[in-house]
């Protein structure tokens, strides 16, 4: 894992975008972000059994797998959001980029790699793509019934109660 402020400049999503002021740990969790690293699943089934997520799935975002709907599936997910649930990725294989607004409102890229294990807090915006390798295999953990509905990010969510709970304890 690598975390830095994306340098917002134009290009592919996909480019590192790096502006070269790196971003801690300690910074990812003032924003509730959590990152772990597990080099096997027992870690991962400890964490889940901690957490209470009792569902899991596995997905893999690539062309080969996806086909023709590769480019607007990584178009969709990178447009910014939030979830009324936590956001759990444990990655099996490949990178993946999630970029999560700070306090400033500035993205703040996270680079993932196997074994990198990521949780993002309800209600924190994010968006997530796939790195110039084209190519992530991640298990998703939930609670209960997957439910993975993205708000995109609006005013009218302003009023949203997880979103505001998130502001109230990570952003004041
Ligand atoms: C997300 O939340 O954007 C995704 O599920 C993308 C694939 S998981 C690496
Ligand atoms: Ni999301």
Redesign the pocket.
């Known amino acids: 894992m690598r975390a830095y402020l994306y340098d917002n400049l134009e290009g592919d999503q996909r480019l590192p975008h790096d502006s070269g002021v790196a971003v801690d740990t300690d910074a990812l969790k003032d924003l509730g972000v959590l990152y772990y690293r597990f080099s096997d699943i027992e870690g991962v089934d400890k964490l889940a059994a901690e957490r209470g997520y009792k569902n899991r799935d596995e997905i893999t975002v690539s062309p080969e797998k996806m086909g023709a709907a590769y480019e607007d599936k990584v178009k969709m997910f990178f447009a910014e ?1 939030l ?1 009324e649930d936590e ?1 759990i990725r444990y990655i099996r294989d490949g990178y993946g980029y999630f970029d999560v607004r700070n306090k400033g409102d500035q993205w703040v890229r996270i680079h993932l790699e196997k074994d990198d294990l990521l949780i993002l807090p309800a209600g924190i915006y ?1 968006r ?1 793509t796939t790195d110039e390798t084209n190519y992530i295999h991640a298990m998703r953990l939930f609670k209960d019934e997957p439910k993975w509905t ?1 708000l995109n990010r609006s005013e009218d969510l302003n009023g949203n109660q997880h979103r505001q709970a998130y502001v109230s304890q990570f952003l004041k």
């Open positions: 959001h979830h956001e994010h997530f993205p």
